[in-house]
């Protein structure tokens, strides 16, 4: 099983920028469908970008043209790019490690909603702080 820990979090003023890392031991990240989602207290957590082993990703509307999630694969990391952060975009982000969901006979990963309750992996999360 992969084992996975998150860094990067902080708090920052609107319209800044910051980069989550997710590094993952005892096994391939590219073995996993990758994602990230977050959670406010008292809030169902949110999906926030699926990344897949061909590197196709997908993101929730929330978040669309100012995060951006990648890979590196020989670094077994899994980035998440964060830009014009808003104080919505706060709360505790978790990298997830996710299996492939196979329905209807069709393989495929998880959608960004369906990231928090997928079967898989998760990190311990990392806050993020977004102050207007």
């Known amino acids: 099983d992969v084992q996975l820990v998150e860094s990067g979090g902080g708090s920052v003023q609107a319209g800044q920028s910051l980069t989550l890392s997710c590094v993952g031991s005892r096994r391939s990240i590219g073995d996993y469908c990758m994602g990230w989602f977050r959670q406010v207290p008292g809030k169902e957590p949110e999906g926030v970008a699926v990344?897949?082993?061909?590197?196709?990703?997908t993101y929730a509307d929330s978040v669309k043209g100012r995060f951006t999630i990648s890979q590196d694969i020989l670094k077994n990391t899994l980035y998440l790019q964060m830009n014009n952060l808003r104080p919505e975009d706060s709360g505790v982000y978790y990298c997830?490690?996710?299996?492939?969901?196979?329905?209807?006979?069709?393989?495929?990963?998880?959608?960004?909603?369906?990231?928090?309750?997928?079967?898989?992996?998760r990190g311990q999360g990392t806050q993020v702080t977004v102050s207007s």
């Open positions: 997830a490690a996710n299996y492939i969901m196979v329905i209807a006979y069709q393989s495929r990963c998880p959608l960004p909603d369906e990231v928090p309750r997928a079967r898989g992996f």
């Open positions: 990344i897949d082993s061909e590197g196709h990703k």
